[in-house]
Nanobody
Framework: QVQLVESGGGSVQAGGSLRLSCAASGYTASRYCMGWFRQAPGKEREGVAVIYPNGRSTYYYASVKGRFTISQDNAENTVYLQMNSLKPEDTAMYYC?????????????????WGQGTQVTVSS
């Protein structure tokens, strides 16, 4: 059974940092694209960061570029999102997701496995 479980969310003041974890089971995460996405109440889900198979490359969406870092620990089959210089507009439910089929890893619609989400709240 493929499962993705996020953790590490919480409340932090603006300028602070959080590290999110996505523990994968049922497959080897490094063999596929893994992405982080977020969704605030009343808004559409948006991309945060993507890591390509075997960590060959990464992609950061404009709103987080220079502040967030996506990485993998292959031994733990876990994907991380290090979030620094957090802003109130980063407040959202954060989800990790995996692409095991075809398609561009930059398209939300191609992700076929999703975690349950972890809440991040950034106060002023």
């Amino acid at each position: 059974q493929v499962q993705l479980v996020e953790s590490g969310g919480g409340s932090v003041q603006a300028g602070g940092s959080l590290r999110l974890s996505c523990a994968a089971s049922g497959y080897t995460a490094s063999r596929y694209c893994m992405g982080w996405f977020r969704q605030a109440p009343g808004k559409e889900r948006e991309g945060v960061a993507v890591i390509y198979p075997n960590g060959r490359s990464t992609y950061y969406y404009a709103s987080v570029k220079g502040r967030f870092t996506i990485s993998q620990d292959n031994a733990e089959n876990t994907v991380y999102l290090q979030m620094n210089s957090l802003k109130p507009e980063d407040t959202a439910m954060y989800y990790c997701a995996a692409v095991t089929g075809g398609g561009s890893c930059l398209l939300l619609a191609v992700y076929n496995y999703w975690g349950q989400g972890t809440q991040v709240t950034v106060s002023s």
